[in-house]
């Protein structure tokens, strides 16, 4: 069958059901990228005709199809990606959109069961598997990325994303037991799986992603140790970036505002102060009016582990809806 007679009867099968709109841009993206030019309505419909009689066996192609062009469109495909922090949240959510672009693995660690991201990674059409990592320490990390290799034969991408967020109090009550566990998940964590990654990713490249806050621009109180450790995260994503560039590594921050994952929803739960929810503050300060949720950073986690973002490097990425500037 001929590559514009399987887009006709799948443009003209997906159209008839207005449902799915996003799958008739596909469709129609691909018949103008097949053919050069979009399908002239005779063609659409003696297409049409054709395949009118079998139903069956029209829909089994049109997924077929489907499937054939959004792997061309993938921006991730058949990448091997590492997440940490993925049991939950927006590690998680990473690891189902990673999927959905078409990466090959999805690897998510955590110190949490990752089960549950495992079956989601899955159901997006993509391989996972959970390996069990405090990112802590070196050798849990070692491990993770021997497990990637011994696999996979490859880590293309690296999440730095595991963090403990913490419970807003006057900087004299924090202590410094508290202080050096922010600092040793946060920090540490991705200094650790970033020097397990590398000689792995030193001969082809790869794209590394640390994950800061927007609260380094915003000076919030009440979290010394969580906004140091996330300013500190930049300092290291710059200082990363000189280094490892001349090995085709890219390695960005994203910045994201108040996101209403599990550890954001626990944290603004567990503050005292300010004593209401922290939408009804930051919402009316933000130039996009709307509470955020881990799917609105999947965008900007993908654009960087893609080759799209290959000419960037050393750079953060405010996702915070115009909160702050910088
Ligand atoms: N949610 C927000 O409002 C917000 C805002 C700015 C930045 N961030 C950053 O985004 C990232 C994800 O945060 P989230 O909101 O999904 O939080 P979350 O608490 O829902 O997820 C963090 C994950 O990290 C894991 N983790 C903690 N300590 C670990 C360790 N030692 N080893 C391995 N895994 C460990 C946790 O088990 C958890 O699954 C973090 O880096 C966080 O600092 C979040």
């Known amino acids: 069958m001929r590559e514009w007679e399987l887009a006709v009867a799948s443009y003209w099968e997906t159209k008839s059901d207005r449902k799915d709109q996003c799958k008739i841009v596909i469709v129609e993206s691909a018949i103008v990228r097949l053919l050069g030019h979009p399908v002239k309505t005779g063609q659409a419909r ?8 079998n139903t069956g066996w029209r829909l089994k192609h049109c997924v077929e199809y ?17 997440i940490t922090g993925a049991a939950r949240g927006i590690g998680a959510a990473f690891a189902v959109g990673f999927a959905r672009e078409g990466a090959k693995i999805v690897i998510c660690s955590d110190i ?8 989601a990674v899955k159901k997006a059409g993509s391989q996972a598997i959970f390996v069990r990592t405090d990112v802590r320490k070196q050798d849990q990390c070692d491990a993770l990325a021997r497990a990637a290799m011994d696999r996979f034969g490859s880590i293309d991408i690296l999440v730095n994303n595991a963090a403990v967020l913490v419970t807003l109090k006057p900087f004299t009550e924090v202590t410094t037991e ?29 794209k590394i992603i640390n994950m800061s806050s927007a609260v380094i621009f915003e000076g919030v109180p009440g979290m010394p140790h969580y906004a140091a450790s ?7 994503t710059r200082s990363m970036a000189r280094e490892l560039g001349a090995y085709n590594i890219n390695v960005n921050t994203i910045a994201p505002g108040f996101t209403h994952s599990a550890g954001g929803d626990e944290f603004d ?12 503050i930051q919402i009316p300060l933000k130039c996009i009016k709307k509470p955020a949720y881990p799917e609105d950073l999947v965008g900007t986690a993908v654009f960087l582990a893609s080759d799209d973002s290959r000419f960037i490097t050393g750079q953060l990425i405010l996702n915070d809806g115009g909160l702050s500037f910088h």
Not at 112 to 119: A, F, P, R, S
Not at 230 to 236: E, L, M
Request: with cysteine.
């Open 112 to 119: 949490l069961d990752g089960k549950e991201t495992v079956e």
């Open 269 to 280: 739960r567990n503050k005292t102060f300010p004593p209401v929810p922290l939408d009804e």
């Open 178 to 206: 508290e202080w050096m566990h922010v600092m040793e998940v946060n920090t540490a964590g991705p200094f650790h799986c970033t020097k397990a990654v590398f000689p792995y990713m030193k001969e082809k490249g790869g």
């Open 66 to 82: 489907d499937r054939r062009v959004r792997r061309i469109e993938m921006k991730l495909k058949d990448k091997v990606a590492i």
């Open 230 to 236: 996330k300013g500190a995260i930049v300092a290291f």
């Open 46 to 53: 003696s297409g049409f005709r054709k395949f009118h009689g």
